[in-house]
T-cell receptor
Framework: GAVVSQHPSWVICKSGTSVKIECRSL??????MFWYRQFPKQSLMLMAT?????????EQGVEKDKFLINHASLTLSTLTVTSAHPEDSSFYIC???????????FGPGTRLTVL | AQSVAQPEDQVNVAEGNPLTVKCTYS??????LFWYVQYPNRGLQFLLK??????LVKGSYGFEAEFNKSQTSFHLKKPSALVSDSALYFC???????????FGAGTILRVKS
């Protein structure tokens, strides 16, 4: 399967600042990536679908101006949490779509803590 | 709409005993079914998938799952549990038309020595 990296693996920031999380597909070109958030002991919630060269598609209830997604190349998608607040603290996971059956391969996740 | 149910929040099993983690699904069309495992503060690791073919699917780390169309189930099994299998397990489903996965709530597996 595909190898996916995320950077940083964890980040602590002050309330009101913006944080950028990178998702990289290391061994193949991904036209589609997904961004999820996960609260402690809960399932993954799909936030948005990131398509290379076009605007991201956000799930209902996800603020697109709050969570900016850029998919500028076939190997990199970024999620920027703007004006972060403590309620944005979560585990953010990306995935890339590939393989013969359009499978998803997941990154290791980024732990965001907003103080 | 697609949905996945994992009826057990937690499964406890003794090391060496067989384990089963249950999953039922609902999807229009042919289901693509997946099992993932997550260790603390880590992303999801792929275990196995059912796309088509044999109902018994073998995956990583000795896990297998049985697809049952009539019961719309895809239970995860392992003949002999290890303490290192303790983790959070997610079942997921996708229909044949799109890329989006729908995840179950997850089941914590605890294997005690």
């Amino acid at each position: 399967g595909a190898v996916v990296s995320q950077h940083p693996s964890w980040v602590i920031c002050k309330s009101g600042t913006s944080v950028k999380i990178e998702c990289r597909s290391l061994d193949f070109q991904a036209t589609t990536m997904f961004w999820y958030r996960q609260f402690p002991k809960q399932s993954l919630m799909l936030m948005a679908t990131s398509n290379e060269g076009s605007k991201a598609t956000y799930e209902q209830g996800v603020e697109k101006d709050k969570f900016l997604i850029n998919h500028a190349s076939l190997t990199l998608s970024t999620l920027t949490v703007t004006s972060a607040h403590p309620e944005d603290s979560s585990f953010y996971i990306c995935s890339v779509v590939g393989g013969g059956y359009n499978e998803q391969f997941f990154g290791p996740g980024t732990r965001l803590t907003v103080l | 709409a697609q949905s996945v149910a994992q009826p057990e929040d937690q499964v406890n099993v003794a090391e060496g005993n067989p384990l089963t983690v249950k999953c039922t699904y609902s999807v229009s069309g042919n289901p693509y079914l997946f099992w993932y495992v997550q260790y603390p503060n880590r992303g999801l690791q792929f275990l196995l998938k059912y796309i088509t073919g044999d109902n018994l699917v073998k995956g990583s780390y000795g896990f297998e799952a049985e697809f049952n169309k009539s019961q719309t189930s895809f239970h995860l099994k392992k003949p002999s549990a290890l303490v290192s299998d303790s983790a959070l397990y997610f079942c997921a489903v996708r229909d044949g038309y799109g890329n989006k996965l729908v995840f179950g709530a997850g089941t914590i597996l605890r294997v005690k020595s």
